[in-house]
């Protein structure tokens, strides 16, 4: 045992809390989804797989290598959403990273387009009827595997074709409205909502898919509750309420973040 001790090395030590923190931090990730219960699946058959290696029990070793070798692509198919949402949440994090010289690898932000004042006049309009609306507005990326799921509009920014897209009536209205480089892409597209299980009961599915869209992409999305009238702002799944009086100047602030 003295002698075993002795042979770990302090990069032993180190790669066994690098592995013990990718671990707890996957455990995170999918914590209270229904991937969780596949991920402590695998990890419990790789860990009989190194058991049963170290026996020398070669039958079933050659078996359940076979049997990693190919759940690592069946986990990258299983947990696709997952690992989107977990590599999108570390380049959010590099890119505000204010790490000397890093600023050499990032990609240059791109400047957004978007007529606040429109945008802001057309959701005041529809809080005072308390008609809903979801508005994403696209930053670095521009959403097209979601516009693909609505109807294509392509058509300039103004405050009366916001409101009658989503009014009550309109064909277009269920759904969210793709706003790129001061342009109405599209309207009526379907967004994926979030998993987050500690989200409060009293929002909607409105607020619910504006949180799953910001989560895994670039975006800034505007809700306007049917219900209450509330202006929202979500932000990297992260919910903000808006005063009409200081809406547009926020608006603002955050597309040049």
């Given at each position: ?10 990069v032993d030590v180190i790669d066994i809390l ?240």
């Amino acid at each position: 045992m003295l002698d075993l001790f002795i042979q770990i090395r302090i990069v032993d030590v180190i790669d066994i809390l690098l592995v013990a923190l990718l671990l707890y931090g996957l455990y995170r990730l999918l914590k209270g989804t229904a991937a969780i219960s596949i991920f402590i699946g695998i990890v419990a058959i790789f860990l009989i797989w190194q058991l049963v290696n170290a026996l020398q029990m070669e039958l079933l070793t050659t078996i359940l290598g076979a049997f990693v070798s190919v759940g690592f692509i069946a986990l990258i198919i299983i947990f696709q959403p997952e690992i989107r949402r977990f590599l999108f949440t570390i380049g959010i994090h590099t890119k505000s990273s204010n790490i000397k010289g890093f600023h050499l690898f990032r990609r240059k932000s791109k400047t957004i387009s978007l007529d606040c004042e429109t945008v802001c006049q057309a959701c005041i309009s529809m809080s005072l009827i308390k008609q809903g609306a979801l508005i994403v507005i696209t930053r670095q990326n521009t959403l097209a595997d979601i516009v693909l799921t609505g109807v294509t509009i392509d058509a300039r920014l103004s405050k009366p074709l916001i409101e009658n897209i989503f009014f009550k009536n309109s064909p277009l209205h269920d759904g969210a409205m793709i706003i790129t480089d001061n342009k109405i892409v599209a309207a009526r597209c379907i967004l994926p909502v979030t998993n987050n299980s500690e989200i409060p009961g009293h929002y909607g599915l409105r607020h619910r898919a504006a949180i799953g869209v910001s989560e895994i992409n670039d975006c800034l999305v505007l809700v306007v509750s049917e219900e209450t009238g509330n202006i929202s702002l979500i932000k990297e799944g992260s919910i903000t309420t808006l005063e009409a009086n200081t809406m547009k100047e926020v608006l603002e602030r955050e597309l040049k973040a």
